[in-house]
């Protein structure tokens, strides 16, 4: 009898072990492991977790014509808006590929066959206008994750059946406790594993687990950083997360189970005379004032990692007037053999030992016409890209100017490739290399035209340009501009979706 009963409480714990084994691919989850970035030619927001807003293939060399569509949805007073982000779907079977924004009030779906750009789909979403819902990235099993934070949660989608025509339809909604993690916002990306690794307004970073739909943990960030929603983040293949703050950079280690503090450098990202410029303002006046470009706003720009996690660096460009700076931070520990630098702004004083290099940008500030830099640099192996941003309303002259700059490992310093004063580029530069060329794009406002340009990536001058018209819905914002599987580029306009051949 004691043998049956020892036999029973065996299989009762082998059941009950079986159960908790079978939770992560709970059948009502859309999501199985393991969990990836969708295998396509831009996933996320620029095109991987390093955010180097580079093509893993070819480019389409130098511009020659484009296509242009008006956007699938209508926002306030019936005007057609598109989101910056503009991620690729992994090509259908028969090659073609689907493109994915996300609007203010949304999801919109167009598809790159036969050599043209169609619209497909639109999903309405529960948002605020002015939510600023724009955070986007695909995975495999043909999904995708967004937010809703006018509700709080994330949405998972996808087609609602193979087809390439298929329209979008919601396969989950995962909650997030307000009271506990805070407000989600736009700005999330992917752990190694697979977990979704997300910010929140009290400057709290949360794992999500996609598969059971859950918080599995959290982090505070240091107190003293002040706020870190302004931009994005990056995630390097030992899961070290990269953010920059008003007044620290700080790195993060996440194992798939824990968060940890790797290290806080502090740095002030808006510069002297802009410690108390605006006190403890909201997210949304801060996002005013860097729309209005006013001085000392921003967290710095979404870094960008190069090299590797042992002696690799993360960039960003800081907010400093009149120039901003291209800064430097060492990934791991500093090298054994250095020596704090001498902080350009205050010579008297050195800067963190985490610091790397600063170099002040020619063509990047927020005097006259210019804005604070925005716009993460793009990376291509240890040269950097980085253009002058001139916010949501250009004139007809704006500023100009887009430079490379490389970070050389050997010297541990910076050196100016080149700086082209003639160009506009009002978004990320993108990077991609066509038949041995390497070429940059971006689209800017010349007079009355607005037009895209592919520059050479060796000299800095101008390839190709494309007339894009007078009208402003081609205007970028911001914006990253992706590369699809076929070579052409597809970015989002104001009131447009554009595609480059």
Not at 115 to 134: A, G, H, M, N, Y
Not at 311 to 333: E, F, S, Y
Request: aromatic residues 8%.
């Amino acid at each position: 009898m004691k043998r049956n009963i020892l036999l029973l409480l065996v299989l009762v714990i082998i059941v009950a072990y079986a159960d908790v084994q079978a939770q992560p691919n709970d059948p009502s989850s859309p999501i199985s492991e393991p969990v990836q970035l969708a295998n396509s030619t831009w996933p996320i927001f620029h095109a991987n977790t390093n955010a180097t807003a580079v093509s893993p293939n070819h480019g389409p060399g130098d511009v020659q014509a484009a296509q242009t569509l008006p956007a699938l949805t209508n926002r306030r007073r019936g005007r057609p808006n598109v989101s910056p982000w503009t991620v690729m779907a992994e090509p259908y079977p028969d090659g073609s590929q689907a493109v994915i924004t996300s609007p203010n009030n949304g999801l919109a779906k167009y598809l790159i066959e036969n050599d043209t750009l169609e619209p497909v789909s639109f999903l309405p979403l529960d948002r605020q206008f002015l939510d600023f819902d724009w955070g986007i990235l695909l995975l495999n099993h043909g999904l995708g994750v967004s937010t809703e934070q006018k509700h709080n949660r994330f949405v998972i989608f996808g087609d609602a059946h193979n087809s390439p025509h298929a329209p979008l339809e919601i396969k989950a909604r995962i909650p997030i406790n307000e009271n506990q993690y805070g407000q989600i916002s736009g700005h999330f990306s992917l752990a190694p594993e697979g977990h979704l690794i997300a910010l929140t307004n009290i400057n709290k970073l949360i794992a999500v687990d996609l598969t059971r739909q859950t918080v599995i943990a959290s982090f505070d960030l240091p107190p003293e950083s002040g706020t870190s929603l302004h931009n994005s983040f990056p995630i390097d293949e030992t899961g070290r997360i990269y953010l920059s703050t008003q007044t620290l950079m700080v790195a993060i280690d996440w194992n798939g189970q824990d968060f940890a503090l790797a290290w806080p450098a502090p740095y002030d990202m808006r510069g002297p005379g802009c410690e108390n410029a605006f006190g403890n303002q909201s997210v949304a006046d801060e996002a005013i004032a860097v729309a209005r470009g006013e001085r000392c706003t921003g967290s710095g720009t979404t870094p960008t990692l190069i090299g590797n996690s042992e002696t690799g660096v993360v960039v960003i460009v800081d907010g400093h007037a009149p120039q901003n700076n291209l800064v430097a931070l060492w990934r791991d520990t500093p090298p054994p053999d250095w020596q704090p630098l001498a902080n350009p702004a205050r010579p008297e004083h050195r800067l963190h030992p985490q610091v790397a290099g600063v170099f002040t940008l020619p063509f990047s500030t927020p005097e006259g016409d210019g804005h604070t830099a925005e716009n993460s640099p793009a990376a291509l192996d240890n040269a950097l890209v980085i253009a002058q941003w001139a916010g949501f309303r250009p004139s007809r002259n704006p500023p100009k100017g887009v430079q490379r700059v490389d970070w050389n490992p050997g010297q541990r310093d910076f050196e100016l490739i080149w700086a082209n004063p003639d160009i506009h580029f009002n978004g990320v530069p993108t990077i991609a290399c066509a038949e041995g060329l390497c070429r940059t794009y971006g689209m800017g406002r010349y007079g009355r035209n607005y037009e895209y340009t592919s520059l050479d990536f060796e000299t800095g001058q101008a390839s190709g340009r494309i007339n894009l018209g007078r009208r402003q819905n081609v205007l970028d914002q911001g914006n990253n501009h992706a590369v699809a599987a076929d070579g052409s580029i597809v970015y989002s306009g104001q009131f447009a979706m554009v595609r480059v051949k």
